[in-house]
C-alpha cells in the first residue's frame, strides 16, 4: 500500500487530539477519499501483474517558480509503446460531465479535468525532455474507481472501474522492451517527493492538543505502560513501548512541519509520565541533530515523517534500534 500523504496524517492526527472544525473535517473525509481511490487503483495494477513497471505518487518539479511548483501523477505506467499517465478520483453518487458547467451529485463541479490531465502530459513531456530521454507517446487517463458512481457525457480517456479494468487485462499482454529500463530510472526517484507541507497549528490548536501516547489502531488514550509494552484496554491492542514512542515522535514531527524538534517539546506532547530517557536514544537514532549539545533544547529534524511512519506502521516485526 502507498503511504499517504503529509496532509492526509497531519489531519488525521490531529483529529485524534484536537476537535476538528467543519472545514478540517471535510478536508480530512476528501483526503482519505482521495487515498482510497489511489490504494484501489494501486491493487488493480498489482493483481495484473504489472507492478514491476508502475510508478506511484511520482513529483514532477516546475522548471520555474518556487520549489513547491510542481504537478503530482497519481501514477504512471511505463509501457512498451508509451508512458500512460493515470489520475484516480473516487467520488461517490453520480457525476455529469458537462465541460466548465459539470456537476457531482447535481452540484456545481468547477475543477476542469481534461485541463488537469493536458497539464500533466505536458509537464511529463518536459520532464523527459529535460533527461535528454527518447521521446516516447504519452497517454493520459481519469479512472473513477468507485464501482457504483453513475456517469453520464464523461469523454472516452476518462474511464469507469469496470472499463479499466477491462483496459488492464489488455495491457498485459504487451511484451517488455529493454527501453522501459530508462524511463522507470529517470522517474523512480520522483516518487513520494511532493515538497508540500501541511499549514502550521494554529495557537489555540497547539495549547489544546491532547497530549500523551495515544493507541496506534483505535486513537485511544491514555494506554497502559508496564516496562516493555503500551497495551490500549479500548480495544486490547498492545506495541512495543520503543516502537509506541518512535510512533509518537513521528506524529509529533508529522504535526509540526518545518519546526525544530526538540526533547522537551516531544517530552510535552507525550505528557507528564513519559521516559525521558528513551525519548533521547530514539532522537539520536532516528532524527538529524541540528546543533552542537546536549541539553533539552537542542534541535533535531525528522525528513519526510510521513514516509517513516508508514514503514513503520507496514513493519509491524521490525525490529527498534536505540543507542
Known sequence: MRPPTWDFYFYQLLSQRFELNDSDQRRLARLRKGYEGECRLDSSIQAAGLSSIYLQDVWLPSREGPATR???????????????????????GSFRYQGKKSLLNDRPYHHNLVNQLENHVDDLRQFIE??????????????????????????????????????????????????????????????????????????????????????????????????????????????????CYLRALYEYALLHPDQAITRRAVLDFLGEDANPKLVSKLLAHYAQQQAHGHGANVPYAIAQPHLKLHELLENPDQPIQIH
Open 70 to 92: 510542481g504537478s503530482q501523477l497519481d501514477g504512471l505506467l511505463v509501457l512498451p509503446d508509451c508512458l500512460l499517465l493515470l489520475e484516480a478520483k473516487h467520488y461517490s
Open 130 to 243: 529535460s533527461f535528454h530521454l527518447p521521446p516516447i507517446p504519452i497517454r493520459a487517463l481519469l479512472i473513477f474507481t468507485d464501482d457504483q458512481l453513475a456517469l453520464e457525457g464523461t469523454p472516452g480517456h476518462f474511464l469507469t472501474y469496470a472499463q479499466w479494468l477491462d483496459l488492464l487485462g489488455q495491457l498485459t499482454s504487451r511484451p517488455p522492451l529493454a527501453s522501459q529500463s530508462l524511463y522507470l530510472r529517470a522517474l523512480s526517484p520522483w516518487q513520494f517527493q511532493n515538497p508540500h507541507r501541511p499549514r502550521q497549528l494554529a495557537p489555540v490548536e497547539e495549547q489544546l492538543l491532547r497530549r500523551g501516547l495515544l493507541c496506534g489502531k483505535c486513537g485511544w488514550g491514555p494506554l497502559e505502560r508496564t516496562r516493555y509494552k503500551c497495551s490500549c484496554p479500548a480495544c486490547d491492542f498492545s506495541e512495543n513501548k520503543s516502537r
